[in-house]
């Protein structure tokens, strides 16, 4: 075979190999898969938040109160005395609540003075705030003791000291806003109300001045606060029979009727004395059972008072739990811690100041008190122990 009939050869090939068909690449997967799945979003990390409501009774100022915190040489008043023994209590609070049951309505306002009508030195303001309190309730029997010009003045002494108040107010405005308190995330609502006003009338036009208690319109206002955004509402009534140590058939139907319309707490005063506690359990959402406690009677926080029990008070301790991302809120807790009003005699004038009974007995080291103190003293803290529980003991089958 010459060259070029190889050449000739080698072309033929070339050609057909041109027209050569090479199989299809199937193109269908010879497996299944599924689809890319979108990540799933972390779960929200579950959160407590807890918080503390303290309360307390009557804070009352009576003539001989007010002498004790007189400085004749510098003509000013200081009552920090007072509350100095309880303050490591009331400080641990997120919310410390009393009942301020005198005006503060200035000395031009007719004087200082104690019952029947009362009006005391704006410093007793200045005592409060400094041992702790951050909320005081002006619906009283005696709120209107020095006219409008006292609830006024009252109102502007405590919003000066930033001490948040509610139970009176100086227009229909202010009387419609709810006092809502937020602490750790937890927002509580405090409402507060007064059988009465001794007999004062309610100026004419201005019954926003003093709250005073209409059972359908405080469920109204719970039904409010809770559309507000409260987690717990707290209400501050003053009523029940002076010097009785237990609560009224008129005092227990209403607490249960607000409780049962949501209220959680209830913070009772105007007894003078210590009526006990109670804690309700009612069937909530999800049959869970909701907890909410009243206390009939704080009895006198302070005063100068010396009828039998007057000199007893009470401190209220409430622990309050938020979960996180559920926002539900529940009472865990509830502790109380009985006081005396201590009278002792003091360059040539009688002083006052709040003592805890249970730290001041287990101590036994105050410098102001005798040692034959303490044993009265041990007998009255288990009293008023017995006697604050004692609604919520076992009964005893007959």
């Known amino acids: ?6 050449l ?5 090939l070339s050609i057909a190999g041109c027209n050569i068909q090479t199989p299809q690449t199937n193109t269908q997967p010879t497996e299944s898969r599924s689809p890319i799945a979108a990540p799933v979003p972390p779960k929200p ?7 503390k409501l303290i309360a307390v009774g009557d804070i009352m100022m009576h003539s001989t109160q007010t002498r004790s915190g007189y400085d004749a040489k510098k003509k ?8 100095a023994p309880v303050k490591s209590i009331l400080s641990t609070g997120d919310w410390v609540i009393g009942n301020l049951e005198t005006p503060l309505a200035g000395e031009d306002a007719g004087g200082y003075t104690g019952y ?12 409060a705030k400094k041992a702790g309190f951050n909320i005081l309730t002006t619906a009283n029997n005696h709120a209107l003791d020095r006219g409008e010009k006292g609830v006024i003045r009252t109102l502007a002494n405590l919003s000066d000291r930033k001490i948040a108040s509610t139970g009176t107010a100086t227009s229909a405005a202010e009387a419609s806003r709810t006092l809502i308190s937020t602490k750790n995330n937890i ?9 009465g006003t001794n007999g004062i009338p309610i100026p004419k036009g201005k019954d926003y001045l003093v709250s005073l208690i209409d059972q359908k319109k405080i469920i109204k206002d719970i039904a409010k606060a809770r559309k507000q955004g409260a987690d717990i509402i707290a209400i501050s009534l003053h009523f029940g029979n002076e010097y009785q140590r237990q609560p009224n058939s008129e005092q227990k139907q209403l607490v249960e009727n607000l409780l049962k319309a949501g209220a959680d707490i209830i913070l009772g005063s105007h007894p003078h004395v210590v009526q006990p506690y109670k804690i309700f359990n ?16 704080m009895g006198n926080f302070i005063s100068g008072q010396n009828k039998k029990y007057t000199d007893l008070g009470v401190i209220l301790q409430v622990n309050i739990r938020k979960t996180f991302p559920e926002k539900t809120t529940e009472i865990t807790s509830i502790k109380t811690f009985p006081t005396w009003v201590h009278r002792y005699t003091q360059n040539n004038k009688t002083n006052y100041r709040v003592l805890p009974l249970e730290t001041t007995v287990s101590q036994k080291k105050d410098a102001l008190l005798a040692t ?8 009255y803290l288990q009293d008023m122990n017995n006697h604050l529980n004692s609604l919520n003991s076992p009964k005893k089958s007959k």
């Open 76 to 83: 000013t008043y200081n009552f920090d005395n007072f509350f």
């Open 187 to 195: 927002s509580l609502a405090l409402l507060a109300y007064t059988y």
């Open 116 to 127: 029947p009508l009362f009006n005391a030195p704006a410093q007793l303001a200045d005592a």
């Open 1 to 6: 075979m010459n060259f070029r009939r190889l």
């Open 45 to 51: 990390q579950s959160e407590i938040k807890e918080a």
């Open 282 to 297: 009612f069937s909530g959402k999800n049959g869970k059972t909701r907890k909410a406690v009243a206390i009939y009677s």
């Open 372 to 379: 034959s103190q303490y044993p009265v003293l041990s007998k």
């Open 8 to 12: 000739s050869v080698i072309a033929m």
